[in-house]
């Protein structure tokens, strides 16, 4: 079982359950936004009724959130495998990898607040 | 021999096993591409949100920022490759994000499957990759 403090849902289990359902959200959303450019390929009016419509707002605020989780998690797994310190010690000596606990967790501690700051931009572009 | 002293039978150990994994030191089959890609694009679509959600802002400010957006698409040829970029990573992620869900549901899971996927996600992607730049061009 993978326990650590900066995971998203404190086991590995969980954190494997959030990825899908997150990504399967923006599948959709995907699908949904990629439908609406190409085939409605709406001018100013149609595109700002459309996100004038609640369930738009709603669907693209999971979609925000579900970004802020799946990138969590996806920076989490990139950061543990890579930023750690037999890996740094290989590629940069081992002055790099006794710092590989700080660097890891500055690497997190950007990751934060750029998704943090996407949730809040989110949410002013929707409700704005 | 077991009756060695601790030094050399240290030695002896540490000789035959491998101390780190190295990866850039290992064979690089296709599935592996694929898994490498599938994260180096998901990193860039951390930073390519930014563009979508700038482009959404944008677009929905007013009818004068949204025409502007479509005219400096139509024309700007670095406008153009960064747009095609946030798509293309978010294209091949999709895919290979698709690939883990058939997985989950016990798909591809044999080595022939996993290799036969890694070729599914980089001809499917290639497909989806062309037409976003032709509809973008």
């Given at each position: 079982m993978v326990t650590s403090v900066?995971?998203?849902?404190?086991?590995g289990l969980s954190d494997w359950m959030i990825q899908r359902i997150t990504g399967v959200i923006l599948l959709a959303y995907t699908l949904f936004i990629a439908a609406v450019l190409?085939?409605?390929?709406?001018e100013f009016a149609e595109w700002k009724a459309l996100f004038g419509q609640t369930w738009v707002k709603v669907f693209s605020l999971a979609a925000v959130l579900s970004v802020a989780a799946h990138a969590w998690i996806g920076l989490w797994c990139v950061s543990t495998d890579y930023l750690v310190t037999h890996v740094l010690t290989i590629k940069l000596g081992p002055a790099a990898g006794a710092q590989a606990n700080l660097l890891r967790w500055c690497f997190q501690a950007a990751g934060a607040i750029v998704l943090f700051t996407y949730v809040v931009w989110g949410i002013q572009i929707l409700w704005s | 021999m077991l009756n060695n002293g601790p030094d050399e039978c240290d030695k002896t150990v540490a000789d035959k096993r491998?101390?780190?994994?190295?990866?850039?030191?290992m064979k690089w089959p296709l599935p592996a591409i694929t898994s490498i890609t599938h994260r180096i694009s998901g990193v860039i679509l951390v930073a390519g949100t930014a563009v979508l959600l700038w482009l959404l802002d944008e677009s929905l400010t007013s009818e004068e920022a949204f025409n502007s957006l479509r005219s400096v698409l139509a024309s700007s040829l670095i406008f153009k490759l960064i747009v095609w970029g946030v798509m293309s990573a978010l294209i091949y992620h999709s895919v290979a994000g698709v690939k883990h869900l058939c997985m989950d549901l016990g798909?591809?899971?044999s080595l022939e499957g996993g290799i036969t996927a890694a070729k599914l996600i980089i001809a499917i992607a290639a497909v989806l990759i062309v037409l976003a730049g032709a509809l973008i061009w």
């Open positions: 900066t995971n998203l849902g404190r086991s190409f085939i409605v390929a709406p | 491998p101390v780190n994994l190295d990866l850039g030191a798909y591809g899971e």
